[in-house]
Structure formats: structure tokens, C-alpha cells
């Protein structure tokens, strides 16, 4: 079993994450790592903390000589923004975890529970899908993200290939393949900067190249589609994911919501629909893998909303710190460290996860298997 941890708080000295379970014999540097977390600090709508934070991934243990050596890899990125003895704060802010947090371990300051409950750990969350991107690149796997929704602003045109977003997407600072549907999400930012207030939205996470038979339709805890929902869902203020069009797919008849199958020699199996996008009985079918998920409005707000100081008991305004008007376009970068584990960790379940050789020959043997039936 493929499996992390992260450590870590805001503003505390680094964050780092344990990845247990990869084979030995992957190719892996701190190169293959750092480009992705360029990325999660891009986007239109961010806040200043993306100009004091450069991250970089230190690979502590785990690899030698370039390769893994089926030990734990942990990975470590340091903080440039350190904070101690800052003041104890008592105003929690609707919408994060500072009121339950406190309550659940009886803090009197909220830092203790927002310092961990923060986003930033998401940092790390990148580092460790990074990692899994690497594994799953060996064996043809790509996995890109866009942006499909801000403030109900949704794109009404995308490229007819999945092929073509990734490079339509990185060309954005709101990672979103429609020009003027992102013009329109750019002032819808505007205004709600304005205002003091913070945009959600929705991203999609699409995985090509995924091999049919990743996950299993025998137990409920196995299947890749309720593996997928609950990663996703476990990023900050995630608050609904679907795969392919499910909600969608919800309101047609039945004749309208499955994927015909169709046989062609040379070509096995295939459907020319994606309706399932990508999993049946939770397995993988072999087409493109598509997960989008809804973000809500993020809870900081420069106009705060209404709130109760923990030591006092008086109505008060909740605490203004530090936000992002909209970080969307970075969520979806968090969407696709999240599905590339959840991939890696399947795959690995299926092929093996000693070495990497092994994991190679059990894989051709199976494909080969598929194209002769």
C-alpha cells in the first residue's frame, strides 16, 4: 500500500511528508519535484504570501544515487515566512476549522488549530504527487488540470481533444482554456477584491493513458472512484466532487447516461462515449479519467463576517488575516497531486511495488493479456 503523511504548520519552520510504499529502482530528484510547486503558487486572485515563499522540495531520505531504494522518501520544504510568540489569538473566522478546532482540543488560541488547518499544507500534498506523477510517467500516464468555474462564471468553449488543454491552461493565470470566459472570471476577482471578499469555483482534474482494471468493484473501500471523491474532497475547501459528468449524468434517462461498447480487431474494447468518465463499478475502463471538484469561497475575509471572541463571549468580527481573493487555478494543482497518488497507489496494487523492473514486466504482461482478448 502506497501511503503519506505530512507535518507542518503555516507558519512553523518547514513542512515535510513521508511517501511509504514506492518501489525501488524509480528514477527521482528534487527536478522532478520543484516544477510542480511552481505551480501551485501561480494564479490570478493569489495573495502576497506567493511572492515571500519560493518552494523547494529537499529530498531528505529515501534515494540514492538518483534512484529510490523501496524505503520511505521524505521530503522536506522549508518556510521562509516563520512566525513564534505571535500574539494568542480568540477571533475564529467562519467557514475554517479555528471554532472546531479549538473546541475538539480545547484550545483558548485558535493559532494552534488554523497554523495546521491552513492550506499550506498543500505544499507538501504537491511535493508527494509529484512523486506518484514521476512513477505513473514511466507507464504513459499523464495528468493536467483546468478550470472550468469561478464565481459562477463557467467556460462555454474548451479544445475538442483532452490533448490540447494542458498547454491552452499553463498559458492562463486562471488556468482556464476559454479566453473570454477568463476575462470575465478576471473582473469577477476584481470585484470581489473590492468588496473584501473571496471567489470558489470549480476545477477538473483529467488523468490519459490510465490502464483499464486500476481499482476493484469487490469491496466498498477499494473502489477507485470513492478513492478518488474522498482525496479530493480532503483538499481545503473542497466541498463536492464527481466524477465525469455525474451530476449531470443524474438528470438524463439511462439511454443517455452509459458508454455503448464496441469490438474492433486490432483495437479490442473501446467506447467512443465517456459518459462514465473513466471508471465503471469502480475500475478503471482505459479512457480518460475525469474528476472535478467544487471549491467553496475561501473563510478569510478582508470584510469579516460575524463572529464570538472565545475569551470574552461578545459578538466580534472573525480575525483578518492573510488570503487569497480566488485560488481555484492552484486547487486544481492540489486536485492533480491528489489523483496521481490515488493512481499510483492503485497501480502499484495491481502491478507490484518492489522494484521498478518487476512492476514493468507485470505490466506488459498484462497489456499484452487485454490486446488478446
Known amino acids: 500500500m502506497l501511503r503519506f503523511l505530512t507535518a507542518g504548520e503555516s507558519h512553523g519552520k518547514a513542512l515535510t511528508a513521508v511517501i511509504e510504499g514506492l518501489p525501488a529502482g524509480l528514477p527521482l530528484s528534487e527536478d522532478d519535484i520543484n516544477p510542480q510547486m511552481v505551480r501551485r503558487q501561480l ?45 494568542p489569538l480568540t477571533r475564529p473566522r467562519p467557514g ?16 494552534r488549530a488554523l497554523e495546521r488547518a491552513s492550506a499550506r499544507e498543500t505544499a507538501a500534498r504537491v511535493a508527494v504527487g509529484a512523486v506518484c506523477r514521476r512513477l505513473l510517467t514511466g507507464f504513459s500516464v499523464t495528468i493536467f488540470s483546468h478550470v472550468v468555474e469561478i464565481g459562477g462564471i463557467a467556460i462555454r468553449n474548451r479544445p475538442p481533444r483532452w490533448e490540447e488543454i494542458p498547454e491552452l491552461a499553463e498559458a492562463s493565470e486562471l488556468r482556464c482554456v476559454d479566453r473570454d470566459a477568463e476575462e470575465r472570471m478576471r473582473s469577477g ?27 476493484s468493484y469487490v469491496h466498498w473501500d477499494r473502489k477507485l472512484d470513492g478513492r478518488l471523491a474522498q482525496a479530493v474532497m480532503s483538499i481545503h475547501a473542497v466541498k463536492g466532487v464527481e466524477v465525469g459528468p455525474g451530476f ?25 462515449t465517456n459518459r462514465a468518465g473513466g471508471t465503471e463499478g469502480g475500475v478503471t475502463t482505459g479512457g ?43 486547487a486544481g494543482v492540489v486536485g492533480e497531486a491528489m489523483v496521481a497518488y490515488v493512481l499510483a497507489d492503485a497501480f502499484l496494487e495491481k502491478f507490484g511495488a518492489d522494484t521498478l523492473p518487476d512492476i514493468r514486466a507485470a505490466y506488459d504482461s498484462y497489456m499484452r493479456r487485454l490486446q488478446e482478448m
Open 96 to 111: 475554517h476549522a479555528d471554532l472546531v478546532g479549538a473546541m475538539k482540543y480545547g484550545f483558548s488560541d485558535v493559532r
Open 43 to 87: 494564479g490570478y486572485g493569489r495573495s502576497v504570501r506567493m511572492n515571500l515563499e519560493t518552494d523547494t522540495v529537499e529530498i531528505a531520505s529515501g534515494v540514492m544515487g538518483g534512484e529510490t531504494i523501496g524505503g520511505p522518501v521524505a521530503l522536506r520544504i522549508e518556510n521562509r515566512d516563520v512566525r513564534e510568540n505571535e500574539p
Open 288 to 330: 480518460p479519467l475525469v474528476v472535478r471538484a467544487a471549491m467553496k469561497p475561501l473563510s478569510t475575509l478582508m470584510s469579516p463576517l460575524q463572529s464570538v471572541d472565545l475569551a470574552t463571549k461578545e459578538s466580534i468580527t472573525g480575525a483578518v488575516v492573510r488570503s487569497d481573493v480566488c485560488s481555484v487555478p492552484a
Open 248 to 272: 449531470e449524468i443524474s438528470r438524463t434517462p439511462g439511454s443517455q447516461a452509459h458508454d455503448e461498447i464496441h469490438y474492433g480487431r486490432g483495437k479490442g474494447f473501446y467506447r467512443e
Open 189 to 215: 476577482i476584481e470585484d470581489a477584491k473590492k468588496r473584501g471578499d473571496t471567489l470558489g469555483g470549480v476545477f477538473e482534474v483529467v488523468a490519459l493513458g490510465v490502464p483499464p482494471g486500476l481499482g
